[in-house]
């Protein structure tokens, strides 16, 4: 396998630039015309079936923000055992690779009904969310989350737990679990807001 120019952490190194990327982009002025010119999709949004079912009937729209809300409860209890194991926190008697991949498998079901509700309770508030700035803040994590899993945590984690650095270890659960703690409360915090 060639090596890059930016050596074994190629993958770290391009997704701290996206997110330094979109951090940038956030706190300029570009950021009003792109979000004036996608309110279209967000009106467009509350057209759908998901859009008239949610903003209609309160019942589906509650039982579909309990299902996320036990998706977002199986996705923090699964970064919160999977982390506290590559701490050495939890769970010392079963081996860490074992926590790890089941928490991984559980981790993935649980953004994947995230994602799924989420987008329905979206449809169903879209133009209320599209004012809101925490939503967006929420946006930005959740995409920082789901990168920093993918492409950061997991590879990392492929290999032998023994060989990695025990310092780069724990700075990686805990980044971990403080991204997901600010999706989880930025996704609170929209509650709040409206």
């Not at 956030?26 to 004036?36: C, D, H, I, K």
């Not at 803040?137 to 990168?147: C, F, P, Q, V």
């Not at 650095?165 to 989880?184: D, H």
């Amino acid at each position: 396998m060639p090596t890059s120019i930016l050596g074994p952490y190629t993958r770290t190194i391009i997704v701290g630039a996206v997110i330094a990327t979109t951090l940038i982009f956030a706190f300029t002025n570009a950021r009003v015309e792109v979000w004036f010119d996608i309110q279209p999709l967000f009106e467009w949004m509350e057209t759908t079936w998901f859009g008239v079912i949610g903003k209609t009937w309160g019942a589906a729209f509650a039982f579909v923000e309990a299902i996320h809300l036990l998706g977002l409860a199986m996705l923090g209890g699964s970064v919160l055992v999977g982390e506290g194991r590559v701490l050495g926190l939890i769970f010392t008697d079963i081996p860490a690779r074992t926590i790890i991949d089941r928490t991984h498998r559980v981790f993935v079901w649980a953004l994947i009904t995230l994602l799924a509700t989420g987008i329905f309770m979206a449809c169903g508030v879209a133009m209320k969310i599209y004012y809101l700035p925490v939503y967006w803040y929420k946006m930005l994590a959740l995409a920082a989350g789901i990168l920093f899993h993918f492409f950061i945590r997991k590879p990392l984690l492929v290999r032998d737990l023994e060989a990695i650095n025990p310092w780069l270890l724990k700075a990686v659960a805990i980044s971990s679990v403080m991204v997901w703690f600010t999706v989880a409360a930025t996704g609170r915090w929209i509650g709040f807001s409206g």
